[in-house]
């Protein structure tokens, strides 16, 4: 059964610092993979997203990931953060089934939760 | 932009009680699922349901749960005698096409008392 697990509970950084949240997954092949952001008392919005290609991607409010299969790894980063991305930061894998094909089904690690300080 | 709403924001019930989820995802997607969380613990699949139909569903989601697209707007997740362990925040979701992103609705917390 796929997995995700993103080994930091809670992260504390200082406003301006550099930024990497560890994301690690459990499946047979390459999944589809997400990072989706949830501040307080919203629904969860998607940063980015990698299907295939550049391992490298960009995505939304400055952040982006590398996907390196060798580790089976989805790190998000940013290298710049700000005070209003505090927020919990969650990881998600959409596994495809026989012939490429998935219903869509995300599978999300436990959640980071950062806290920024000024 | 468009998004998904749900509602209510807030919902209180009494074990053994019904229950009814609202959500009206994206108007032109195709795909629609439900998620849970319960406090402190990860975002879990339910149910997606596409073509009027239940595509796939996780094993949380048993005889107690259903879904419906009673008509072209809304999707519903009812819950037919809900239990304390029911408590939780659901996420209902859309999307467009087979490999799309999802989009989340902001959640109803459901508390069972």
């Known amino acids: 059964a796929q997995s995700v697990t993103q080994p930091d509970i809670h992260i504390t950084v200082s406003e301006g610092a550099s930024l990497e949240l560890r994301c690690n997954y459990s499946y047979g092949a390459t999944p589809y993979l997400f990072w989706y952001v949830q501040s307080p008392g919203q629904g969860l919005q998607l940063l980015l997203k990698?299907?295939?290609?550049?391992?490298l991607v960009q995505g939304i409010k400055g952040f982006e990931a590398e996907f390196k299969r060798s580790q089976s790894s989805f790190n998000l980063r940013k290298p710049s953060v700000h005070w209003s991305d505090a927020a919990e930061y969650f990881c998600?894998?959409?596994?495809?089934?026989?012939?490429?094909?998935?219903?869509?089904?995300?599978?999300f690690g436990q959640g980071t939760i950062l806290t920024v300080h000024p | 932009e468009p998004e998904v709403t749900q509602t209510p924001s807030h919902q209180v019930t009494q074990m053994g009680q019904e229950v009814i989820l609202r959500c009206v995802p994206i108007?032109?997607?195709?795909?629609f699922y439900w998620y849970r969380q319960i406090l402190g613990q990860k975002v879990e699949f339910l149910v997606s349901?596409?073509?009027?139909?239940?595509?796939?569903k996780s094993e949380i989601f048993d005889d107690q749960f259903s879904v419906e697209r009673p008509d072209g707007s809304n999707f519903t997740l009812k819950i037919r005698s809900t239990k304390l362990e029911d408590s939780a925040m659901y996420f209902c979701?859309?999307?467009?096409?087979?490999?799309?992103?999802?989009?989340f609705g902001p959640g109803t917390r459901l508390t069972v008392t």
């Open positions: 990698y299907f295939s290609g550049d391992t």
């Open positions: 979701a859309s999307r467009l096409t087979r490999g799309g992103e999802q989009y």
């Open positions: 108007s032109n997607h195709l795909y």
């Open positions: 998600a894998v959409e596994g495809l089934g026989a012939g490429g094909t998935s219903y869509g089904k995300l599978t």
């Open positions: 349901f596409y073509n009027n139909e239940i595509s796939e």
